[in-house]
């Protein structure tokens, strides 16, 4: 059971409300909330636990960042969303131990008031943070997009920028705020560089007096060899060839050294390279979430070089089968790390819980790849689905068929649908409000966020 008072009966086993079974879900993002669904129709109780109210979107992050979308149309309340279920409960709470022996969550809540929970399987899927390859003192110059503030910090320095650069005192000046890297060229930096030469070129237009925001140099830098690397090499020139034509300055097989609040040291063919620019943004990499570190240390389990744990076939933690850790925690054949993944490992551990209960066999955890997609631009995508590849604009239906119907809420499906039209058809971007203060790389962030709980 959950006690209120930070205290947790342990012993023996079946501690939810009247003795009944109890599941604890940490995460409630793409694999964990889907879990909680599902048992919400189960003869148990459970316990969901997140630092976070909400459960992000986060492919849509991006839109937010460029000024198309609010954060409340990605983010759904998670205590709405499971408001019919009444046999789970929403803890907000962040996780800073698991006793895999008493089988026990430990948590601290708001204002540091502590909470244990008591469980009999445990589903732990707290997803990924962003990887700056050992780096870590890049973030302060280079936000990653990972989280709602992620994206509202990211919003502020463009627009930011675009203000510092009607404002400045030289030419200089000017191109050094008007100069944008986004690091990594996979899909959420693709989808980014793209948006943010899409703003400046479409949306902004007439509303500068001393600067054209269809200047705006956007650079995108990568180590690989192409644009979107894993779609394929037909799509991947596609992308190039796009991004190309829309303005984008590719710099592929260039990594960077250095990142400081004047611009970004990088190394490509031609050698060491200084990119003077104010604003950089980084989509370049992910790690597992501390937790999966706690874990292995815990269990004896593997990791490998992004922290994340080597599972069993079933998803289960090793020598632990009622610890399930799914999504980008979790290493099983190489799976790749999308949401899909996350969703259905979500499903499988759920669908396992309740098989055991009813004295069922499992079964291994199977991946059905629905493929992969990613925008371009205006009523532009990729699409990679087995053996078809599609491009231009039925790639981009598909795609926002897919992300219309995966959003948690009608309100949520409504709300994206009007400001696509508006942003899209027309030229509006509503979503441009930030408060006056440091910008770009003079802005001091918070520590790069490490902790246990998603």
């Known amino acids: 059971?959950?006690?209120?008072?930070?205290?947790?009966?342990?012993?023996?086993?079946?501690?939810g409300s009247q003795g009944r079974y109890q599941v604890v879900v940490i995460g409630g993002g793409f694999g964990g909330l889907p879990a909680a669904r599902m048992l919400g129709f189960a003869d148990v109780d459970v316990v969901l636990l997140d630092r976070r109210n909400h459960h992000?979107?986060?492919?849509?992050?991006?839109?937010?960042?460029?000024g198309i979308l609010s954060e409340g149309q990605i983010a759904a309340p998670l205590r709405h969303v499971l408001r019919r279920h009444k046999n789970v409960t929403v803890e907000l709470a962040e996780v800073r131990d698991i006793d895999l022996d008493r089988r026990v969550v430990k948590a601290n809540r708001m204002f540091d008031e502590p909470l244990e929970v008591s469980y009999d399987s445990l589903i732990v899927a707290t997803g990924s943070g962003q990887s700056y390859f050992g780096h870590d003192e890049f973030a302060v110059h280079a936000p990653g997009m990972k989280t709602i503030d992620d994206a509202l910090e990211i919003r502020r320095r463009i627009f930011g920028a675009l203000e510092a650069a009607e404002t400045?005192?030289?030419?200089?000046e000017t191109e050094e705020w008007m100069t944008m890297v986004v690091v990594g060229a996979g899909p959420t930096g693709v989808e980014l560089a793209g948006q943010?030469?899409?703003?400046?070129?479409?949306?902004?237009?007439g509303n500068f007096r001393h600067i054209d925001p269809a200047q705006v140099r956007v650079i995108l830098v990568d180590a690989g060899n192409e644009p979107l690397a894993t779609f394929g090499d037909k799509l991947s020139a596609h992308a190039a060839r796009f991004l190309t034509g829309a303005g984008v300055e590719l710099r592929m097989a260039t990594r960077v050294n250095g990142v400081d609040a004047g611009g970004v040291d990088v190394r490509g063919p031609g050698g060491d390279e200084r990119i003077t620019a104010r604003t950089v943004i980084w989509a370049a990499g992910v790690e597992a979430s501390p937790l999966a570190g706690m874990?292995?240390?815990?269990?004896?389990?593997e990791v490998d070089q992004a922290g994340r744990i080597a599972v069993q076939a079933d998803l289960t933690l090793p020598g632990h089968p009622e610890v399930f850790v799914i999504g980008d925690m979790a290493t099983l054949d190489h799976l790749p790390g999308v949401a899909e993944v996350a969703m259905q490992g979500g499903i499988h551990a759920a669908r396992s819980i309740m098989r055991r209960r009813r004295g069922e066999p499992t079964g291994p955890f199977h991946y059905r790849d629905l493929g992969s997609m990613a925008t371009l631009g205006r009523f532009r995508a990729v699409l990679s689905v087995g053996r078809l590849r599609l491009t231009g604009f039925p790639a981009w239906l598909v795609w926002a068929f897919v992300h219309i119907v995966?959003?948690?809420?009608?309100?949520?499906?409504?709300?994206?649908?009007?400001?696509w039209a508006g942003a899209m058809i027309g030229h509006s971007r509503n979503e441009r409000n930030f408060s006056v203060g440091r910008t770009g790389g003079d802005v001091s962030l918070p520590a790069h966020d490490r902790a246990a709980a998603p």
Not at 168 to 172: L, Q
Not at 198 to 204: F, G, K
């Open 406 to 419: 995966t959003l948690s809420t009608a309100a949520g499906r409504v709300g994206t649908l009007l400001r």
């Open 168 to 172: 400045a005192s030289s030419p200089t």
């Open 196 to 205: 943010i030469r899409e703003l400046a070129v479409r949306s902004l237009d």
């Open 56 to 66: 992000l979107f986060q492919p849509l992050l991006y839109q937010v960042a460029t």
């Open 295 to 301: 874990l292995a240390a815990a269990s004896g389990a």
């Open 1 to 15: 059971m959950v006690d209120q008072a930070g205290r947790s009966g342990v012993e023996g086993r079946g501690r």
